[in-house]
């Protein structure tokens, strides 16, 4: 993994644009085995598709990347398709036993961005 400064955090992911649809909402329905046609709450992990890009423009190890925490603040209701934009950033990055220790805010915000949708916090392990 290179190097990243603490002094240049945040480091951001410009801003991935899609559309929350059925289509996409049946696709995470079917993983996790549940009926088609309603709206898993797992349906918006589109928006950290973004962070995924930070980790490959950090050259990370997939092999060795640990996931440790993930929290959702889902701000406010949407009706589907919703077409909306998502952000990624990587706001803390810390070392503790020769691991990385590494956290991103994913913001999806809907299309005109006037109103946040759902904040999410990650955290993932680099391990030595």
């Known amino acids: 993994m290179i190097a990243i400064p603490s002094s240049e955090l945040p ?21 996790f085995e549940i009926p088609a046609g309603g709206k898993p709450l797992t349906m918006t992990c589109g928006a ?8 490959d423009q950090f050259q990370v190890e997939w092999n060795k990347l640990l996931h440790v925490q ?11 398709p919703c077409p909306v ?23 999806l915000w809907n299309e005109s961005r006037t109103k946040i949708l759902i904040l999410s916090e990650s955290t993932i392990i680099i391990q030595s």
């Open 11 to 31: 480091v951001r992911h410009s801003a991935i644009s899609f559309v929350l649809d059925q289509k996409l909402a049946d696709q995470f329905a079917s993983v």
């Open 48 to 55: 950290f598709a973004g962070m995924f890009n930070l980790l």
């Open 70 to 80: 993930q929290s959702f603040d889902y701000r406010e209701a949407f009706d589907l």
């Open 85 to 107: 934009k998502a952000e990624s950033s990587l706001v803390k990055l810390r070392e503790r036993g020769g691991m990385k220790w590494l956290t991103f805010e994913n913001i």
